[in-house]
Protein backbone atom coordinates (compact mmCIF):
# COMPACT_ATOMS: atom_id res chain seq x y z
CA UNK A 1 0.00 0.00 0.00
CA UNK A 2 1.72 3.76 -0.79
CA UNK A 3 2.44 5.93 2.02
CA UNK A 4 -0.39 8.26 1.05
CA UNK A 5 -3.09 5.48 0.73
CA UNK A 6 -1.63 4.31 4.08
CA UNK A 7 -1.97 7.91 6.20
CA UNK A 8 -5.85 8.47 4.49
CA UNK A 9 -6.77 5.15 6.10
CA UNK A 10 -5.20 5.64 9.58
CA UNK A 11 -7.10 9.56 9.46
CA UNK A 12 -10.51 7.56 8.26
CA UNK A 13 -10.27 4.85 11.20
CA UNK A 14 -9.27 7.94 13.82
CA UNK A 15 -12.41 9.57 12.30
CA UNK A 16 -14.73 6.81 12.85
CA UNK A 17 -13.51 5.87 16.15
CA UNK A 18 -14.04 9.57 17.27
CA UNK A 19 -17.43 9.61 15.34
CA UNK A 20 -18.13 6.84 17.40
CA UNK A 21 -17.62 8.02 20.75
CA UNK A 22 -20.27 10.40 21.41
CA UNK A 23 -22.85 7.89 20.11
CA UNK A 24 -22.22 5.83 23.01
CA UNK A 25 -22.44 8.67 25.71
CA UNK A 26 -25.83 9.75 23.98
CA UNK A 27 -27.02 5.46 24.24
CA UNK A 28 -25.91 5.08 27.74
CA UNK A 29 -27.20 8.69 29.31
CA UNK A 30 -30.65 7.34 28.60
CA UNK A 31 -30.18 3.80 30.07
CA UNK A 32 -28.71 5.89 33.27
CA UNK A 33 -31.43 7.81 33.59
CA UNK A 34 -33.71 5.32 33.33
CA UNK A 35 -31.89 3.20 36.25
CA UNK A 36 -32.06 6.14 37.98
CA UNK A 37 -35.69 6.77 37.48
CA UNK A 38 -36.68 2.92 38.37
CA UNK A 39 -34.83 3.38 41.86
CA UNK A 40 -36.18 6.47 42.66
CA UNK A 41 -40.01 4.93 42.05
CA UNK A 42 -38.69 1.88 44.25
CA UNK A 43 -37.95 3.90 47.22
CA UNK A 44 -40.58 6.30 47.37
CA UNK A 45 -43.89 4.24 48.60
CA UNK A 46 -40.85 2.90 51.27
CA UNK A 47 -40.73 5.91 52.49
CA UNK A 48 -44.32 7.49 52.21
CA UNK A 49 -45.39 3.97 53.99
CA UNK A 50 -42.25 5.58 57.21
CA UNK A 51 -44.18 8.91 56.80
CA UNK A 52 -47.76 7.59 57.69
CA UNK A 53 -47.36 6.61 61.22
CA UNK A 54 -45.57 9.85 62.30
CA UNK A 55 -49.13 11.51 60.73
CA UNK A 56 -51.33 9.73 63.06
CA UNK A 57 -49.49 9.40 66.01
CA UNK A 58 -49.66 13.54 67.55
CA UNK A 59 -53.74 13.41 67.19
CA UNK A 60 -53.14 10.08 69.16
CA UNK A 61 -51.37 11.42 71.54
CA UNK A 62 -53.57 14.78 71.80
CA UNK A 63 -56.67 13.29 72.05
CA UNK A 64 -55.92 11.32 75.08
CA UNK A 65 -54.71 13.81 77.70
CA UNK A 66 -57.48 15.67 76.41
CA UNK A 67 -60.16 12.89 77.83
CA UNK A 68 -58.43 11.85 81.05
CA UNK A 69 -58.56 15.37 83.23
CA UNK A 70 -62.34 15.27 82.26
CA UNK A 71 -62.95 11.95 83.78
CA UNK A 72 -60.55 12.64 87.22
CA UNK A 73 -62.90 15.94 88.14
CA UNK A 74 -65.49 13.87 87.28
CA UNK A 75 -64.86 10.94 89.76
CA UNK A 76 -63.21 13.69 92.15
CA UNK A 77 -66.28 15.23 92.07
CA UNK A 78 -69.03 12.19 92.82
CA UNK A 79 -66.36 11.83 95.74
CA UNK A 80 -66.93 14.73 97.19
CA UNK A 81 -70.31 14.40 96.67
CA UNK A 82 -70.53 11.28 98.37
CA UNK A 83 -68.46 12.44 101.07
CA UNK A 84 -70.79 15.48 102.25
CA UNK A 85 -73.87 13.27 102.06
CA UNK A 86 -71.89 10.39 104.46
CA UNK A 87 -71.18 13.39 106.51
CA UNK A 88 -74.77 14.92 106.93
CA UNK A 89 -76.27 11.32 107.79
CA UNK A 90 -73.41 10.75 110.71
CA UNK A 91 -73.96 14.54 111.88
CA UNK A 92 -76.71 14.89 114.93
CA UNK A 93 -77.44 18.44 113.91
CA UNK A 94 -78.06 17.53 110.01
CA UNK A 95 -80.79 14.95 112.21
CA UNK A 96 -82.14 17.20 114.14
CA UNK A 97 -83.25 19.84 111.59
CA UNK A 98 -84.57 17.50 109.12
CA UNK A 99 -87.07 16.00 111.52
CA UNK A 100 -87.97 19.85 112.14
CA UNK A 101 -88.92 20.05 108.87
CA UNK A 102 -90.86 17.37 108.31
CA UNK A 103 -92.36 17.15 111.44
CA UNK A 104 -94.76 20.09 111.18
CA UNK A 105 -95.82 18.06 107.50
CA UNK A 106 -96.51 15.22 109.10
CA UNK A 107 -99.14 16.40 111.92
CA UNK A 108 -100.63 18.77 109.36
CA UNK A 109 -100.94 15.61 107.31
CA UNK A 110 -102.51 13.30 110.33
CA UNK A 111 -104.55 16.72 111.43
CA UNK A 112 -106.57 16.87 107.88
CA UNK A 113 -106.67 13.06 106.74
CA UNK A 114 -109.73 12.65 105.13
CA UNK A 115 -110.83 10.79 102.23
CA UNK A 116 -111.49 14.53 100.12
CA UNK A 117 -108.14 15.62 101.15
CA UNK A 118 -106.56 13.61 98.09
CA UNK A 119 -109.79 14.40 95.81
CA UNK A 120 -109.09 18.09 96.53
CA UNK A 121 -105.07 17.35 96.10
CA UNK A 122 -105.82 15.82 92.58
CA UNK A 123 -108.33 18.25 91.18
CA UNK A 124 -104.98 21.04 91.96
CA UNK A 125 -102.60 19.01 90.66
CA UNK A 126 -104.98 18.54 87.12
CA UNK A 127 -105.54 21.89 87.33
CA UNK A 128 -102.06 23.11 87.45
CA UNK A 129 -101.15 20.70 84.77
CA UNK A 130 -103.99 21.79 82.26
CA UNK A 131 -103.02 25.70 83.02
CA UNK A 132 -99.51 25.35 82.93
CA UNK A 133 -99.44 23.06 79.79
CA UNK A 134 -101.92 25.50 77.31
CA UNK A 135 -99.79 28.53 79.10
CA UNK A 136 -96.96 27.20 77.93
CA UNK A 137 -97.80 26.19 74.31
CA UNK A 138 -100.57 28.16 73.17
CA UNK A 139 -100.34 31.27 75.22
CA UNK A 140 -96.71 31.72 74.56
CA UNK A 141 -97.51 31.22 70.92
CA UNK A 142 -99.88 33.87 70.76
CA UNK A 143 -97.78 36.31 72.48
CA UNK A 144 -95.13 35.48 69.69
CA UNK A 145 -98.17 36.57 67.04
CA UNK A 146 -97.27 39.42 69.06
CA UNK A 147 -93.92 40.02 68.61
CA UNK A 148 -92.99 39.63 71.69
CA UNK A 149 -91.83 37.02 74.17
CA UNK A 150 -90.21 36.73 77.21
CA UNK A 151 -87.79 34.14 78.39
CA UNK A 152 -89.06 34.87 82.36
CA UNK A 153 -92.55 34.34 81.78
CA UNK A 154 -91.30 30.36 79.82
CA UNK A 155 -89.32 29.80 82.87
CA UNK A 156 -92.05 30.45 85.46
CA UNK A 157 -94.68 28.83 83.37
CA UNK A 158 -92.02 25.45 82.85
CA UNK A 159 -91.53 25.25 86.44
CA UNK A 160 -95.20 25.52 87.76
CA UNK A 161 -95.43 22.47 84.91
CA UNK A 162 -92.98 20.27 86.30
CA UNK A 163 -94.18 20.94 89.79
CA UNK A 164 -98.20 19.75 88.97
CA UNK A 165 -96.60 16.88 87.21
CA UNK A 166 -94.43 15.90 90.18
CA UNK A 167 -97.08 16.77 92.92
CA UNK A 168 -99.81 14.54 90.75
CA UNK A 169 -97.53 11.67 90.63
CA UNK A 170 -96.90 11.53 94.40
CA UNK A 171 -100.53 12.43 95.33
CA UNK A 172 -101.78 9.44 92.95
CA UNK A 173 -99.09 7.49 94.95
CA UNK A 174 -100.21 8.88 98.15
CA UNK A 175 -103.33 8.17 97.85
CA UNK A 176 -102.46 4.10 96.65
CA UNK A 177 -101.39 3.85 99.58
CA UNK A 178 -103.44 5.39 102.03
CA UNK A 179 -106.71 5.92 100.71
CA UNK A 180 -109.53 4.23 98.62
CA UNK A 181 -109.52 7.45 96.24
CA UNK A 182 -107.88 5.57 93.35
CA UNK A 183 -110.72 2.55 93.43
CA UNK A 184 -113.61 4.91 93.22
CA UNK A 185 -114.12 5.63 89.47
CA UNK A 186 -116.86 8.76 90.13
CA UNK A 187 -113.73 10.19 92.75
CA UNK A 188 -110.81 10.17 89.50
CA UNK A 189 -113.40 11.10 87.34
CA UNK A 190 -114.78 14.06 89.27
CA UNK A 191 -111.52 15.26 90.58
CA UNK A 192 -110.51 14.99 86.90
CA UNK A 193 -113.33 17.25 85.42
CA UNK A 194 -112.93 19.74 87.98
CA UNK A 195 -109.17 19.84 87.26
CA UNK A 196 -109.64 20.61 83.42
CA UNK A 197 -112.13 23.45 83.83
CA UNK A 198 -110.20 25.36 86.60
CA UNK A 199 -106.93 25.11 84.69
CA UNK A 200 -108.90 25.92 81.14
CA UNK A 201 -110.23 29.38 83.16
CA UNK A 202 -107.08 30.02 84.58
CA UNK A 203 -105.16 29.65 81.27
CA UNK A 204 -107.68 32.40 79.74
CA UNK A 205 -107.05 34.64 83.21
CA UNK A 206 -103.14 34.16 82.77
CA UNK A 207 -103.19 34.87 79.02
CA UNK A 208 -105.36 37.89 79.26
CA UNK A 209 -102.83 39.50 81.79
CA UNK A 210 -99.84 38.59 79.32
CA UNK A 211 -101.55 40.21 76.36
CA UNK A 212 -102.35 43.24 78.47
CA UNK A 213 -98.72 43.25 79.48
CA UNK A 214 -97.64 43.06 76.16
CA UNK A 215 -100.14 45.90 74.83
CA UNK A 216 -98.74 48.47 78.12
CA UNK A 217 -95.06 47.66 76.92
CA UNK A 218 -95.78 49.09 73.31
CA UNK A 219 -97.75 52.10 74.83
CA UNK A 220 -94.58 52.36 76.92
CA UNK A 221 -91.84 52.75 74.36
Known sequence: MPKFARMLFVSLSCMI??????????V???LCGAAFAQEAAS???GEASQEKPADTTPSESTSKPQSEP???????????IEEIGRTLDASP??????AGILDPIYKLA???SHPWLYWVAFALMTTGVVSFALQLVIGKLVVLMKLH???TEILSDALGLAISLVGLVFTTQAATEN??????????LSATAVGVVLGYFFYVWGQRQELRAVHAARQGK
Do not use: H
Not at 17 to 26: L, M, R, Y
Not at 70 to 80: F, W
Not at 93 to 98: F, G, T, V
Open 179 to 188: STFPQSAASV
Open 28 to 30: TLP
Open 17 to 26: CAGFAPIDEF
Open 93 to 98: EAQKLS
Open 43 to 45: ETP
Open 149 to 151: ISL
Open 110 to 112: ELI
Open 70 to 80: TDSLIKQGEAK
